[in-house]
């Protein structure tokens, strides 16, 4: 009896547990969807990062470190001019130029020699101040005396190649200074070295395994903006060394802020207003989705156009911030849920399935008219190859085919973009569906897959019925000869036509292939160009958004 009071007693547990699980994952579905706080957006990263490069704001910087408990603030460094910051490691300097090296004790080098090993004086400081104190009284003995932060604050001095170049200026600071203590100071590849960029002193070496924060120092006026290279940026920066390789750069900002940087790099800021409104409300349903492409790397989202092109302050501007103002809190939103707006260039007259350039089948991601994105530049386009040049970059894709026999497009969609496009070659064919082609050949010289073939061994044929003249290749025809018909052989490069008066000749095998296409960029979503037609025509930005973006809703 007892166990089956206990066996109910479980089963109703389950059956609430079920409920709470329905009614909670309901809930996540369809709440209304959150546009997050902040992004950090990365600058500078992985292979492509700038290991050597100036961080600074008109009123000063304030640095501070990554703890346990958040932030904890290091100084603010008050000179305009900033900091020129670089991986502790090895340099050879040249003509002013610092290379990184991987330094050998034999190697032979020309110029001067920057190395990771430091002498520490001392023990760890209990703040700043203190640890200032001894490097100024130690600045007599050595040009190169500036503190460390690791693990609490340090004196170091000099930029070292090896231990025993330490040792022997260890004696030196000894008979100098015999109050202190002296300890090498061994490579560690967190580390990041702080230079005032105007003296070119180094002021300090920050272990960078966790991020250092970059802030602005805003005046009572004026919120600080801070630069990174040649650009600016609101809210902060962030720097972290990548152990072996590189330093992470990334900027965090408010989301709303984060689009003024995004909309402006998108598209012209003289556009129509509704069209510069309809980009700001896809650029932030885009954004919010992106956040999470680069968790891995230690932010949201990047600043090129994987995620979503961004310039930052310097390139606001107030029409395209107003836009952004306008539209604050719109989203497109299908049966109630966020959606990816793709959006392109321009897609040449007619956008595209989701399906006949990737794969998944989007419902709010079909073919639409898009004639008022005609009238743009890149309404047609054409590109010629050579048969070696398509070969080469066939190869560097590790595709071998052996030389190439012909281009044929098998499948094309019924908005006229090739889906499915075979090479023949000598060693065998191959099939790039959909944007391959594009990937392998670059997305800027074939524009779009809306692109018609034409080669230099192409025939008018006359069709005896229709009476239309159809293109075919000199290869795959055949000809009536005195020893009944034949195909014309391959293994002879040419054809030679003949008429009453003139021979010509043509290839057999197309030399060059010329695509000759319409549109710029997948083709999916809301064309740019189209966007600012429809505004031109007097559309609003809901009108436009909901016309790319089929069955969808800005709300
Ligand atoms: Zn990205």
Known sequence: MKQHIHRNVTRMTTLLLIAVFIFSSFSITYAAPNIPQNIKVGLSFNNAANNNFIIKSAEGVKLSIKNNTGYLELLTYPAATGFKIRKDAYYNIVNNK????????????????????????????????????????????????????????????????????????????????????????????????????????????????QEVKLE???????????????????????????????I??????????YLYGVVPAEVPYSW?????????????????????????????????PHCQAYRGFGHENARTNQA????????????????????HSSSGGRTENSENIWTAV??????????????????NWTKQFSKKEIQEKLLANKIDVGEIIDIVPLEVSDNGRVTNLEIRGTKGNTTLLKEKIRSIMGTSAIRSTWYKLSTDADLFVMNSIS???????AGSLYVMSANGMQKLSS??????????FTVSSMNIIPENYVFNGKGWGHGLGMSQYGAKGMAEAGFNFVQILEHYYTGAKVK
Request: glycine share 8%.
């Open 467 to 473: 009476g239309k003249s159809e293109t075919a290749r």
């Open 216 to 246: 602005p120092v805003s005046t009572a006026d004026k919120t600080g903006v801070i630069g990174f290279g040649t650009l600016t940026y609101r809210g902060s920066l962030f720097i972290k060394r990548i152990q072996e390789g590189h």
């Open 272 to 304: 129509h207003m509704e069209a510069l409104k309809a980009q700001a409300v896809a650029a932030r349903n885009y954004g919010i989705l992106n956040i999470g492409r680069h968790t891995a790397d230690g932010f949201d989202v990047c600043n090129g």
């Open 491 to 500: 293994s002879s490069n040419k054809v030679y036509v003949k008429d009453q």
């Open 98 to 209: 610092e290379i990184e090296i991987n330094y050998t004790r034999a190697g032979l080098y020309t110029g001067e020699l920057d190395g990771p090993y430091h002498i520490q004086i001392g023990d760890v400081y209990p703040d700043y101040d203190s640890a200032k104190l001894i490097a100024d009284s130690m600045a007599s003995l050595s040009q190169t005396v500036f503190l460390a932060y690791e693990n609490g604050w340090r004196v170091w001095a000099q930029l070292y190649l090896d231990e025993s170049e330490c040792l022997t200026q260890i004696e030196i600071f000894k008979n100098e200074m015999p109050n202190y203590t002296y300890t090498v100071v061994a490579p560690n590849k967190n580390r990041i070295q702080f230079f005032d960029s105007a003296t070119g002193k180094l002021m300090y070496i920050i272990n960078a395994e």
């Open 324 to 343: 952004v103002n306008e539209t604050n809190g719109k989203l497109v939103l299908y049966n109630d849920k966020l959606i990816p707006t793709y959006f």
């Open 248 to 257: 992470n750069v990334h900027n965090e900002l408010p989301f709303e802020q």
């Open 362 to 379: 989007l419902p709010y991601i079909r073919s639409v008219d898009d004639k008022y994105g005609l009238g743009s530049p890149h309404d």
